[in-house]
């Protein structure tokens, strides 16, 4: 058997890196003594799942629509920045999901939207290297330049397919719909998980074969 899992929702945890820079490019935007209403995070994160546009969650925050345009382009360079990637957490339960995977003697991969410079250290942060042999390390290079997320993933599929050996019992776990896509197109199972950044409602409308709650479900269910 092999289990290709995203790393973030399933494995990491990216919900305070998202509300810290949330808060953080709010107080860069705003003017002198505005009144703002900031969102709690569970507010935050809730509207973040449903795919709510960052120009939408600006103005729910009190930002003007002129506002909004700065604010977007301000988090799109923040949010992914190296210096705020160690706010990320490990999903609880996910460390003993990849050490059941691995007792199981199925293969394990991870597939990421990631650029290397941004998996490494997180591998090192949570000691998480140790279950992923460096070729079943499927993630973005340093100098890619996205074009949209299911595009790179489907790619980051097409390459998997190609380099390793044939394996008709794969599974995808991940947490969204580039993940559900790029598992369809190439005829793989696919379980979303309901940890990361996407909620019920999006889910299932790429239908994906399951949903549940987390990595270690989606195990339990995969090798069950």
């Known amino acids: 058997m092999r289990i290709i899992t995203d790393f973030d929702g399933p494995i990491m945890d990216l919900s305070d890196r998202y509300y810290h820079v949330?808060?953080?490019?709010?107080?860069?935007?705003?003017?002198?003594?505005?009144s703002l209403k900031i969102l709690t995070k569970d507010d935050f994160w809730k509207l973040k799942r449903a795919q709510i546009s960052?120009?939408?969650?600006?103005?729910?925050s009190g930002l003007t629509t002129t506002q909004t345009e700065v604010f977007k382009k301000m988090r799109d360079?923040?949010?992914?920045?190296?210096?705020?990637?160690?706010?990320?957490r490990v999903v609880p339960g996910s460390i003993a999901a990849l050490e059941q995977i691995q007792?199981?003697?199925?293969e394990?991969?991870?597939?990421?939207?990631?650029?290397?410079?941004?998996?490494?250290p997180a591998f090192k942060q949570y000691d998480l290297a140790k279950f992923f042999a460096p070729h079943y390390r499927y993630c973005l290079p340093d100098d890619y330049v996205k074009h949209g997320d299911v595009r790179a993933k489907t790619q980051l599929m097409a390459?998997?397919?190609?380099?390793?050996k044939p394996e008709p019992n794969t599974w995808m776990i991940g947490d969204t719909e580039a993940d559900i896509i790029a598992a369809k197109t190439h005829h793989i199972q696919v379980i979303g998980v309901l940890s990361g950044i996407r909620d019920r409602d999006r889910l299932e409308?790429?239908?994906?074969?399951?949903?549940?709650s987390n990595l270690a479900d989606a195990v339990k269910f995969i090798l069950a």
């Open 159 to 164: 390459r998997s397919l190609t380099e390793l």
């Open 22 to 34: 949330y808060q953080l490019c709010l107080e860069k935007v705003k003017h002198p003594n505005q």
């Open 77 to 88: 360079r923040h949010a992914h920045q190296l210096q705020y990637l160690s706010l990320d």
């Open 108 to 120: 394990l991969l991870v597939m990421t939207l990631r650029r290397t410079c941004e998996l490494e």
């Open 54 to 60: 960052e120009r939408q969650i600006g103005i729910e």
């Open 103 to 106: 007792a199981s003697g199925s």
């Open 205 to 212: 409308q790429h239908q994906p074969d399951k949903i549940v």
